[in-house]
């Protein structure tokens, strides 16, 4: 992975430059504040900018055509965002046209190629020339002698990762983590093969993005889930976005606002940075908004908290609401706290007791502004609350989507149409996985029905999430890594740490459409799987196959491939799931085969075993499939006390220690996760670079750092151990002092292993505390 700058302007050039206009004389590098409509016209240009390098001209706009929309489509591999209610044939989204077509790629990276590269030389190549190589197209192993990977058969393969589980001394020497693209039939095999074998050491995605939202929901309505669906989106009042890039994480969410604005509801963005689709926005399949190039405003009030600071601005909102009260009786919902919630009283006498200076101090933003976002929010009948990794990825995480929860609990914005908490999942089937068994602390009422059903012998102990798998891999305690899907190595923090991890392992084994960084950097033996992609046709024995996943928003639906696979010896995720099982479970009853030929079969189990999906086969084909009980929706709530709990924590101090900033790291306008698209990020203007740190200029000039001067960044771990970057150009933004931002993969190397939440044991991957320096 490389950390050197990308730019090659030499400092000079840069002194030139003004803030409003980083462009450099070689075309390079460019930052010109972003004044344009999200999505618009801009987007489609991108889009078929994209297409002509990709070479899918042709199959990626008919493939988008099928996706999304009821009646044989493929889900979206990109948001987890929910499909049209309207089965709305065009909603889709630059980034989704990205996503399918990178899937459907037609170059195939096989023997030949890596015949050709020894694992060395791969090594140096950089993260975007790997996935630009195109799908993988059969087995291969890692052959040490050659330094090379060479092909294997399928049946060899599962034998060789069978035959090393087969051998561990203790199960829980091996971690299975999955990416949140798996569907949930191969998720229940996966977590199945997994208990079976007798660990529960499932990592997965979502312990780096929304563990904290699960555990928090949990907590306080005793379902780690939102509670709302997109017809609530459609008639709430006020709508607050926190801590999200909606344009480019979940542009979908575009249409949304802007439908909202123009019903005259109020969209209140809380965000260090004014992202786009905190501004104006252009829905592709409004076809008279596109020709005469008419945006929709999508938000109507900006807060720029800093990094780290949402929970005092929460609070803020929530002292001024008990505030109207006193002279306005409907400000709170009496009735409702009565009823349905617990520790109010407490919470109120916290509340109180929390002075406006500190919420300023804490959240910087003033009493005022926060006394605005009040005032929207007690005037709105019904209020929706939607937050991304903002919010998440903090020590706090899991007290600050609680006093989200507060906050609704106060005007009872819970359990009626167009109200409620509304997480923005990320990767497409991230929530099916943990419906359908992904999580290393599972109930023991879900492991007993497991048992009972699959007739297996499941372990009680809780098992290693994904920070707690690199640290066990680290130590030796982990020999075995099955990577169902993604790219562990680039996405978890303290780069060279989980490197060091991974190399550690007897066997790496990865399931993938492409390859990246994590089959480079790999154990004394490893394995490539390569799997057929969601766009793709998937046969078995009794017929074409259909998988299910569930959206942000609980609704569970069937996705059928349409394409040809990208190579007659790809295998599915299930088949790969069974192929694996079969040869590490040799006295297995579990019918492994019976499942493959048939997902019918494995929906039946699936029935059995999950709450809520009971006679799944028939609900799932239902139009625009079924949507899964959510009982806090019903004001049902499963937490000790049976009501809805306030939570009363203390403030956490986030304000930037003299001399420190904090840094959030983030994902730019055109990648997925760990997959560049390009080095450009569209909507905040910046052209060409990823190697930068946007920061608020008054901290730049303290530091003596003139606009697109070249910076050195060092991270200071709770421990006092100290991670650096060299060379990266800091851009002048719009960010309030003491925060900073930047683009993560690369700089997960700032991210200590040890820096995790005490909440949700997720790290701290927007929560880093770094200084900055010219570069020397
Ligand atoms: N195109 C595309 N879509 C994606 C992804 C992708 O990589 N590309 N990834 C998917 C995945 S897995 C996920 S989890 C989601 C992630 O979706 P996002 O949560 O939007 O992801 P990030 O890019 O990390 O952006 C976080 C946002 O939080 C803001 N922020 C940073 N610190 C704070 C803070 O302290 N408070 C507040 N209020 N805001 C803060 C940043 O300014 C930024 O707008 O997107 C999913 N969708
Ligand atoms: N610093 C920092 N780090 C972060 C974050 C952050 O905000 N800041 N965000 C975190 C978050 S929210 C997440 S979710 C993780 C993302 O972590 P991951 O989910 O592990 O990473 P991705 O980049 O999404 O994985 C991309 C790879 O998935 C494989 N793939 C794609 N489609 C399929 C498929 O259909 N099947 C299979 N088997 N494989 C497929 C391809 O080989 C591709 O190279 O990163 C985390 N890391
Ligand atoms: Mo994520």
């Known amino acids: 992975m490389s950390v050197e700058p990308e730019n090659k302007k030499d400092k000079k050039d840069k002194k030139a430059n003004t803030a409003n206009d980083g462009k450099d004389e070689n075309g390079e590098f460019r930052f010109r504040p972003y004044d344009h409509p999200a999505a618009g016209w801009g987007a489609a240009t991108s889009v078929t900018r994209f297409l002509a390098r990709e070479g899918e001209f042709f199959n990626g706009p008919r493939a988008t055509m099928r996706m999304n929309h009821e009646g044989g489509g493929f889900d979206c591999p990109g948001c987890a965002w929910p499909d049209d209610l309207k089965g709305l044939h065009l909603d889709i989204c630059e980034n989704g046209i990205k996503h399918v077509s990178w899937e459907m ?78 569907g949930n039939e191969a998720t229940f095999l996966y977590q199945l093969l997994a208990r079976e074998l007798g660990t529960n050491n499932l990592p997965d995605c979502s312990n780096m993005c929304h563990e904290a939202s699960g555990r928090a929901l949990q907590a306080s309505l005793g379902t780690g889930k939102g509670t709302v669906d997109l017809k609530d989106w459609e008639v709430a009042d006020a709508l607050f976005i926190m801590g999200v890039n909606a344009a480019s994480n979940a542009p979908r969410m575009l249409t949304s606002l802007v ?112 006394r605005k976002a009040a005032r929207v929010y007690c005037d709105a009948d019904r209020s929706i609350f939607s937050w991304c990794l903002g919010v998440t990825q903090h020590d706090h995480g899991v007290d600050t989507v609680r006093e989200i929860v507060n906050l609704l609990l106060l005007r009872g914005n819970l359990g009626r149409e167009g109200a409620g908490p509304s997480p923005v999942r990320g990767h497409s089937n991230v929530q099916g996985n943990r419906t359908c068994g992904i ?64 190399q550690k392992c007897r066997l790496t084994v990865q399931v993938s459409t492409k390859l990246n960084r994590s089959h480079l950097v790999h154990g004394r033996e490893a394995l490539i799987l390569p799997c057929l992609g969601r766009t793709e046709k998937d046969h078995q024995r009794s017929g074409l196959q259909s998988t299910s996943v569930e959206d942000s928003m609980s609704m569970v639906h069937l996705s059928v491939g349409m394409k040809r696979p990208a190579s007659p010896h790809l295998l599915s995720e299930p088949a790969i799931v069974a192929g694996i099982a079969r040869a590490a479970l040799p006295g297995s009853a579990t019918p492994w085969d019976a499942y493959v030929e048939d997902y019918d079969r494995i929906r039946d189990t699936m029935s059995h075993v999950l709450d809520g999906f009971e006679d799944f086969n028939r609900r799932v ?61 569209r909507y905040r203007g910046v052209e060409h670079l990823r190697t930068l740190i946007f920061m608020n200029a008054d901290d730049m000039r303290e530091r003596g750092v003139g606009d697109f001067d070249r910076v050195d960044i060092t991270s200071i771990a709770r421990d006092g151990s100290r991670r650096s970057v060299h060379g990266y150009t800091a851009i002048p933004y719009d960010i309030p002092r003491g925060s900073a931002a930047g683009y993560m993969p690369e700089l997960n190397v700032l991210c200590a292993i040890g820096d995790y939440s005490t909440q949700s044991d997720q790290p701290l991957m927007k929560n880093v505390t770094v200084t900055v320096h010219p570069a020397t």
Request: proline residues 6%; hydrophobic residues 40%; aromatic residues 8%.
């Open 439 to 502: 999580d290393h602390r599972p109930t023991e009422e879900f492991l007993g029905r497991l048992a009972e059903v699959c007739e297996i012998d499941a372990p009680l102990a809780h098992g290693l999430d994904t920070v707690g798998t690199i640290e066990a891999m680290h130590r030796g305690d982990v020999t075995i890594f099955v990577g169902m899907g993604g790219n562990f190595a680039l996405a978890a923090p303290d780069t060279p740490y989980t490197f060091d991890a991974l």
């Open 621 to 681: 084909r239902l139009p625009l499939g079924f949507r899964l009980r959510q009982p806090a929706r019903e004001l049902v709530f499963g937490t000790p006390s049976g009501c809805a709990e306030f939570s009363s924590a203390p403030l956490p101090d986030v304000v930037p220690a003299q001399g420190t900033l904090i840094l959030g790291t983030m994902r730019s306008h055109d990648q997925w996760n760990t997959t560049i698209y390009s080095d450009s990020d």
């Open 259 to 370: 439908e909202a604005y123009k019903r005259g509801a109020q969209i209140v963005h809380i965000n260090p940075l004014i992202e786009a689709a905190a501004r104006r926005a252009i829905i592709p399949h409004e076809f008279v908004a596109m020709a005469t190039f008419r945006a929709t405003p999508t938000g109507t009030l900006n807060l720029q908290p800093r990094i780290g600071g949402d929970m005092a601005l929460l609070r803020g909102m929530a002292k001024a609401v008990l505030d109207e009260a006193r002279t306005d009786p409907k400000a709170l919902d009496d009735e409702f706290i009565k009823r349905h919630t617990s520790g109010f009283a407490e919470y109120r006498a916290v509340c109180e007791a929390t002075h406006w200076e500190e919420i300023e101090h804490q959240s910087g933003v003033t009493r005022t502004d926060i």
């Open 105 to 182: 790629t037609r170059k195939p990276v096989g023997r030949d190629f890596f015949a050709a590269h020894t694992v060395g030389e791969l090594s140096g190549w950089s993260d975007a020339a790997l996935e630009d190589q195109g799908r993988l197209t059969e087995p291969m192993r890692y052959d040490p002698v050659t330094d090379r990977y060479v092909p294997i058969s399928w049946a060899d393969a599962f034998e060789l990762a069978g035959r090393a589980l087969r051998e561990l001394d203790d199960p829980n020497q091996a971690a299975f983590y999955t990416s949140g693209r798996l």
